[in-house]
């Protein structure tokens, strides 16, 4: 412990130096690390001694961050209290992150949240924990996940419980929640599918938000999304075949890029002529012929595989594909240096680009790091993302709720 006065100009001069943002870019990265799975780390961790203890003491006021010690806390301030304001106000949201219309939220929200479940223990009452679709949505099924390849197809649930088929009925208006997608297709508020589909139903939203007053989506035969550092939903491709159903009439080409795709996938050409599979043997989903029944034999989703980063790989892409939309899942923009170039990139090509984060705190710092570098405001300001999935992120680096495609916001 050092002397009354070293602890009152230790945060004197931390501030001092973080008039050239240091922290910014220190909280940056270890957010976003965190939010990738890691366990909860004490937030002052590094600023002193290392952490002799698990990180229980949060912060009085925003209650968002956690520390090992008072000491730890005491160091960290001079970081902390540029955000603490904000955390707090994000905080008063927390239910309304955690609000669903499924019958299973309070087990896979607050339980979770409050290690009373494990997102392992959700997937394994319902049968489908590491499960083919279903292998990456909990940590151990990622890593049990690193080393396949295969395109991992079928829902393993019960046709009732799944979008297998086409719609029953065709889309007469626009969905805006969970609940309303789940009428229309006619499925139990019970079925876990949303944990999945939030990946095409994130587009669906994106394109409403942008592309409904300068394109209509009603009469053009092609839409193309750029989709920006795909990576678990490599292994559920199944489930853009949703993407029919939402652009009826459309084929939909999607141009997943980034560093995650291995190289010996770059260039796979996926057709999806066909919804994701049920389970059961005799249901008309698993009939030979292409079961998207309305509109031209060309009409379909398809997929294709580009390794590397978007600016480095647009020349070739820009080819045969123009983008109407571009999208970047979960991006991380604050966390990673190699997004300035991208920006620039979206920027010339004037491009409606729309990105999702896992809580607002790390949409505020992203947003920042996009409006400094446009040099324009926001498009899409930060809003709720109404698809998000509802399956809480276990050890997010905050202690506020933290959701896959949770907030978006676009340039």
Not at 163 to 178: A, I, M, V
Not at 261 to 269: A, H, K
Not at 283 to 298: A, D, I, L, Q
Request: aromatic residues 10%.
């Amino acid at each position: 412990m050092g002397s009354p006065l070293t602890m009152l100009l230790g945060p004197i001069l931390i501030n001092f130096l973080n008039t050239i943002d240091i922290w910014v870019w220190t909280k940056k990265y270890h957010l976003r690390r965190s939010l990738r799975g890691k366990k909860m780390e004490c937030a002052g961790k590094g600023t002193t001694r290392r952490c002799l203890a698990p990180p229980t003491r949060r912060c009085a006021r925003c209650q968002a961050v956690a520390y090992c010690s008072l000491s730890h806390q005491i160091a960290h301030w001079s970081v902390h209290k540029e955000e603490c304001e904000r955390l707090e106000e994000q905080m008063k949201h927390a239910d309304e992150l955690n609000d669903f219309p499924f019958i299973f939220a309070g087990e896979a929200t607050v339980e979770v949240l409050e290690k009373r479940e494990t997102r392992c223990l959700f997937l394994e009452n319902r049968g489908l924990h590491r499960v083919k679709m279903w292998m990456c949505e909990c940590q151990c099924g990622i890593l049990a996940a690193s080393n396949i390849s295969s395109l991992m197809e079928g829902w393993c649930l019960a046709s009732v419980l799944c979008p297998c088929r086409e719609p029953q009925s065709p889309l007469q208006k626009q969905l805006d929640t969970w609940e309303d997608y789940y009428e229309w297709r006619s499925i139990p508020l019970h079925s876990p599918v949303a944990i999945l589909l939030h990946w095409p139903l994130t587009l669906y939203w994106a394109a409403q938000l942008t592309l409904a007053r300068s394109l209509n989506l009603e009469v053009i035969a092609e839409l193309n999304i750029h989709y920006l550092g795909p990576d678990k939903e490599l292994s559920q491709l199944d489930v853009f075949s949703e993407l029919h159903a939402l652009f009826p009439a459309i084929r939909v080409r999607l141009e997943l890029v980034g560093p995650a795709v291995p190289e010996y996938r770059n260039g796979e050409r996926i057709e999806l002529y066909k919804y994701a599979h049920c389970n059961e043997i005799d249901c008309v989903c698993k009939s030979s012929e292409k079961n998207f029944s309305s509109g031209p034999s060309s009409v379909g989703v398809e997929i294709r595989l580009h390794a590397g980063y978007y600016h480095d790989r647009y020349k070739d892409l820009a080819k045969d594909s123009v983008p109407h939309l571009i999208v970047a899942p979960n991006a991380g923009i604050a966390a990673y240096t190699s997004w300035s170039p991208t920006i620039d990139l979206i920027k010339e090509l004037n491009v409606p680009a729309v990105f999702t984060d896992y809580c607002e705190e790390a949409s505020h710092l992203a947003a920042s790091c996009l409006s400094t570098r446009t040099g324009r405001p926001l498009s899409v300001p930060i809003q709720l993302n109404p698809f998000r999935q509802p399956l809480v992120v276990e050890h997010s680096g905050l202690l506020l709720p933290c959701y896959s495609n949770c907030f978006l916001f676009g340039i």
